[in-house]
């Protein structure tokens, strides 16, 4: 079983001390305190949070706005701080897809910043009714949702998800506590410095963004087990931290799973559609969870597809782990093995497999998917609904992209991660995701039988 000892970092990092600067809103690592550390950096943020819970909309949505500025103006000082991350994770050995991930261009930084824009214009969940109802004895009552209070984000090297977490965080009435890997230390310091600028300009606490100590993995422990103390812990990343955290944490989680996702082209697909999807799901960004990681052909069709798409994949660089029909078909192929199939790629590989029916692609899935976003692509409706309804994901697709398993691509503004799990939240996790709610019942003397 994975341990926070080998999984709070990637193998890939190189995670010794980075010493060179203290990120903003914490402090220096070291010791026997680094507990306490993590632990006073989670009291402040319920001070902080408190703060929060009283703000108007509007107030939010304008420190919001001038985040998203803050972080294009500052573009400059973000990304030299990011190459320094970069050029130490190349000399490292960083993976690619980890390594496509941390790096920032300007183009990169104005999509972040354009995330924050995207929160802020969207309704706030604070203070919406879920329910509500007079009883026949007066009692007037309402379930409303409520932040959640403190919630702490794990990840990996993705400076992205700083921005992300602490802009849905702000807009839910939540303080973030902010827990990077040492591979983005210069990045994720340089972020939630201009963050919590803008917060201070706004006379708000900056304290509502901060970030942990990087430099030692048991500030993760720390963090996850400060039950009281942390209301929610998020991780997000590879499949060896996210079950660390989930299995060691002592604070609530929610589990973002690994995106081990399919495209199964059915019998009835239409073909020229299905080799647009299959090339999107793949090549569009391999490094991302909702990219595809196995595509199924039904046998039917696999003597017409199958060519044409493993000379469009090869074209785009994709590297194709076949079964045998499927190499039979596609010569060039490198043969599968049995890992291929539970394999979260992140790179220009996919596996492929032809299967001679529908329950044959669902059984696969339902023994190889991480439940995190399945396709189909197929122009027979009793097919699409039989795989929407036997498909267990948090996300199925029918007739287009795997990518389009994204808060922004679904109009929920930028997410928090794609839970795969089935309590709380399932899905891209964005702003309701990170509420709760309580019932305020107003009476006028009612007392209770009996």
Known sequence: MSTLADAATPSTETDSARKESTPAGSSPAGGDDLREQVHAAARRARVAAEALVALRSADKD???LAMAEALRVNAEPILAANAKDVAAGRESGMATGLLDRLTLDESRIDGIAGGLTQVANLPDPIGEVVRGSTLPNGLQTRQVRVPMGVVGMVYEARPNVTVDAAGLALKSGNAALL????SAAHTNAALVEVLRGALTAAKL??????????EDRASVQHLI???????????RGGAGLIQAVVSEATVPTVETGIGNCHVYVDAAADLAVAERIVLNSKVRRPSVCNAAETLLVHSDIAEKFIP???AALRLAGVTVH????????????????????DTEYLSLDIAAAVVDS???????ISEHGSQHTEAIVTTDLAAATAFTTRIDAAAVIVNASTGFTDGEQLGMGAEIGISTQKLHARGPMA???LTTTKWIIWGDGQVRPG
């Open 322 to 341: 076949g079964d045998e029909r499927f190499v039979s078909l596609a010569p060039g192929t490198i043969p599968a093995d049995d890992e291929d199939w």
């Open 225 to 235: 087990t400060a039950r009281g103390l942390v209301d929610l812990v998020i991780p």
């Open 358 to 364: 529908l329950d044959d692609a669902i059984r696969h």
């Open 308 to 310: 044409s798409v493993a």
């Open 431 to 433: 702003l309701t995701e």
């Open 205 to 214: 606490p900056a304290d509502a963004v901060q970030l942990l100590p990087c």
């Open 62 to 64: 304008k420190v919001l």
């Open 179 to 182: 827990r990077g890997s040492s």
